[in-house]
């Protein structure tokens, strides 16, 4: 205030803005004349009769501002104010995003910089936290894991149902380089899967691994020394890693990885939240799509980007992965149903063995993708199946069914040319035969059940194909193709094949009987 005093009385004496510089030193002439101009606008006569509050009103209180008319754009933004508020609340949307869709569905002239874009929405929004720069970490040294808070989902084809998954986040601490994958569940058999699939993803083991006291990996929380499960340790053990947890309710203690599941719900979350995806294996590509593409963006203010910096800095660091990958695998036991299905409770799904073991007790033994069924105290696996985490559903292998049930369970999803060609397999009178069954119904799927039968008669022991052959063309020859009749032949052994075999028996008893070539149908047949 006192070289503010100075300044005004040289003023006062009509000394110029530049000598007063000159003089002082302390102030620049532009400064000079904003005080010069400063006294103008307000009228003052007087310096030296207004008191230190006044001086600092006048010169260093900040000006109400004339409120600026907004432009089209800004009155644009306005008008979407609600939606803006409201779309920033779901996960993952940014200004940024918002803006990016604002100036993209804009003609030119209606386009705003994001600065302006943001000043326009900023006194609507809540102000933001005061941040702290942690430390650096030495390359290869720590991988932080977590869970993403929310969760993805996809359309479950049979049902129309959403599933909803987990998303596992992992992120090397030096070069930021991240990892994603969605999961079935957060249990720890597809944990273990994640993490291996992190240390396959970075091609090497850090020293270290950062965690929560999530219970999958930690038995015991403490502020210095967790317990870990037995899985966790086994894991770590395979691939030569520390294992260490934050304290709980810290998450500070692992910033990274909170940013990067703040970042996903940014870059993958709010990307995909107008996608739709029929198979966890299409949410997954997806999810691998925005990785990439995270991980290949350049840094807010820097020339190179994550990948970069991991391929510069940190992977030569990096242990090699041991030859064998880690696989945590669980056992339970279930008894053969007689549907020769086992049931994986974990899941609620079951798993087909052959038949044969019906009644019989079997061992169970899973991982997170393979399900392998033993006969108790038999080292070799009589089935293997992938794991399916589809409840209440079923896995058929077709060689552990009876030949009945493979024959029923084939003909269920068969057309009519998949019946003709089957039945050539048997002979061409079985095929014309069965082409006859399919024109005698105005609708042709009518006819499949009767064209089932026709064939499951030749997988019969009592028959087999060539008496089927037989009889077909002797109901051919008869005009009358139908299962019924083919069945009445069979059975009555009428067939061309049986006639011939006991051909020699029935001349020494006697003439064999002549069919009048006239005859047709029934008479024929009782002839």
Not at 88 to 104: D, P
Not at 383 to 390: D, K, S, W, Y
Request: some cysteine; overall charge positive; proline content about 4%.
């Amino acid at each position: 205030m006192a070289i503010l005093r100075q300044i005004l009385m040289r003023l006062e004496a009509g000394i110029s803005d530049r000598k007063i510089a000159s003089d002082l030193k302390v102030v620049d002439r532009k400064t000079v004349g904003r005080y010069r101009k400063r006294l103008a606008d307000n009228k003052v006569n007087n310096v030296s009769l207004l008191t230190e509050k006044a001086l600092y009103e006048l010169f260093f209180r900040k000006q109400d501002t004339v409120p600026v008319t907004p432009n089209h754009c800004r009155q644009l933004i306005v008008e979407r104010l609600d939606y803006y508020i409201s779309e920033l609340k779901r996960t993952g949307v940014t200004l940024q995003l918002l803006w990016s869709e604002f100036i993209a569905g804009q003609p030119r002239e209606l386009q705003c910089s994001y600065p302006t874009f943001c000043r326009t929405l900023k006194p609507h929004l809540r102000k933001a936290s005061l941040s702290y720069r942690n430390a650096p970490i030495a390359p290869a040294e720590v991988m932080m894991i977590d869970f993403a808070g929310k969760k993805l989902s996809y359309t479950d084809r049979l049902s129309g149902k959403p599933v909803p998954c987990v998303l596992f986040v992992a992120v090397l601490g030096n070069s930021k380089y991240s990892f994603a994958e969605v999961l079935v569940n957060a249990s720890t058999g597809y944990l273990i899967e994640a993490l291996t699939g992190a240390l396959k993803y970075f091609g090497g083991s850090p020293r270290t691994l950062l965690t929560d006291n999530m219970a999958q990996l930690v038995k015991k929380a403490d502020r210095y020394e967790a317990k870990f499960t037995d899985a966790a340790l086994d894991w770590a053990n395979h691939y030569g890693i520390f294992l260490t947890a934050t304290r709980v309710g810290s998450p500070k203690d692992k910033p990274d990885i909170e940013r990067l599941v703040r970042i996903t719900y940014e870059r993958i979350y709010a990307t995909l939240r107008n996608h739709s995806f029929d198979s966890l294996r299409e949410l997954r590509m997806a999810v691998r799509e925005k990785l990439e593409e995270h991980n290949n963006r350049k840094f807010s203010g820097k020339t190179y980007s994550r990948s970069e910096a991991f391929e510069t800095d940190e992977r030569g660091l990096l242990n090699p992965l041991p030859a064998r990958h880690f696989e945590l695998h669980k056992v339970t036991s279930a008894k053969v149903q007689m549907n020769y299905h086992v049931l994986l409770g974990e899941d609620k799904h079951f798993y087909s063995v052959p038949y044969k073991y019906v009644g019989r007790r079997m061992n169970l033994r899973y991982t997170t993708t393979r399900v392998e069924i033993y006969l108790q105290a038999d080292p070799v696996a009589v089935a293997t199946h992938l794991r399916n985490p589809r409840r209440s559903d079923y896995t058929t292998n077709p060689e552990h069914m009876p030949a009945s049930h493979q024959a029923y369970a084939e003909a269920r999803g068969w057309v009519g040319v998949d019946f003709i060609e089957r039945a050539a397999v048997v002979g061409p009178n079985t095929a014309r035969c069965i082409e006859r069954i399919l024109k005698s119904r105005q609708i042709e799927q009518h006819s499949y059940r009767s064209c089932q039968g026709l064939l499951c008669l030749g997988f019969s022991r009592r028959y087999g194909n060539q008496r089927l052959e037989s009889a077909c063309e002797l109901a051919c020859e008869l005009n009358n193709a139908s299962y019924a009749t083919v069945k009445s032949i069979l059975e009555k052994g009428r067939d061309l094949s049986y006639i011939r075999q006991k051909a020699p028996v029935i001349a020494s008893e006697g003439s064999l009987p002549i069919v009048h070539e006239n005859l047709r149908g029934k008479e024929a047949f009782d002839q």
